[in-house]
């Protein structure tokens, strides 16, 4: 295979996971709206199955750029449509078949630690330092494969079941897909938002191990030890708040970016504040009913339409440069600030416990599909018609 095919691959995967992504958010919050529909069944529907194979991928990506090397290639290429199927298995097995966990957890745990392993070489085989955010990476598949290994661990021993898979819930959503996303808004925002940021690398840098080490003393505290949720708020705020803070201070860009995807990402980022701040309270004691959905709609949702508008022009037309990709990039991208805002609205009013508020998550959804199945039929007619 050549670096061409393969760095055309990784895009067609990109843009296939994130079509199953969006579709995977929609299906899933569907139910959302009822106490009853809400279960580990619906997470591991949007986590393993949208969220997962979309940011592993995402990072197979972004790799070969943060450490200047070629394109990967077998067996790299399949991890994320593994982790794909895992994560499907493992949805299906909660809502029919549990025996069938312990399957999705260890083909998940092989083809993460595959990634981890390619990362890994690629870090210490390139020519200088990497790009801090590769090891933001790296940490986040750490705390992937210990939320895995958790549940493991669980059936082996039942008894301690509800301990770990609290662990396993805070370690995979602020470990894995915290430091996952953290880790490239920290660059992508002002690439997209169109500002240099010199403050990126070392804070970056200075972060990691802030964002690591209260990623596992959330998750330990929402396991077994209440009181370690607490420091480690702390602990992940410090490089939160470092990124968070000067957006502030940058408003204007995101005022008059208003129908920019930097929009929806500087959203996400904020969202991420309350998911930290609940996820503390959720381990001293408050119902997961009301913060995993607070994750969904205030961070995820947000974090992954603002991605996929900038970035799926790119991955179809990398070079930049056609009448067709300046069309989608720029209507792909209308009314990003309102979709994250309502967003944000719905994950803070399920988490207030007001009902039927996750059908405003749900119509965001909805309407953004509307929004892309309508810019992509315009381009497919207009340029057919002038072929």
Known sequence: MTVRDSSMGIRRAMIG?????????????????????????????????????LMLSAMIYFTPVLTHSRAPGWPILPAPMIVLIAGSLAAGSLAWRRDLIPIAASVAILAVATVFGWMWRRAHTMLGSPHPGLYWYLLALIHLLFGLTAILLAILWPEHWAALRRFHLHVNLLGFAGMTAIGTLRVLVPTVAGYADPDARPQLHRGLYFAA????????????????????????SIPLLEFALPLVGRWRKFVWGWHRASAALGISIFGYLLVLAAGALHAGGSPPSATVPLFFF?????????????????????????????????ELAHGS?????????????????????????????????LQ?????????TRFRSSA
């Open 17 to 53: 996971l994130a079509t199953v992504a969006l579709f995977a958010f929609f299906a899933t919050a569907l139910p959302m709206h009822s106490q009853n529909g809400f279960g580990p069944d619906i997470v591991h529907a949007i986590v393993a199955v949208g969220m997962m194979p």
């Open 298 to 330: 205030a961070f995820l949702f947000p974090l992954v339409t603002g991605a996929v508008s900038y970035l799926l022009p790119v991955w179809i037309w990398p070079a930049r440069n056609t009448p067709a990709y300046e069309l989608v990039a720029r």
């Open 372 to 380: 892309a199945a309508w810019v992509f039929s315009r381009v497919f």
């Open 337 to 369: 600030a309102a979709r994250g805002l309502l967003f944000l609205t719905a994950g803070v009013l399920t988490f207030a416990g007001v009902v039927g508020a996750a059908w405003l998550a749900v119509a965001t959804l909805a309407a953004y599909w």
């Open 213 to 236: 080490s209260g990623t596992l003393l959330i998750a330990s505290g929402a396991g077994w030890w209440n009181w370690l949720a607490w420091p480690g708020l702390a602990l992940w």
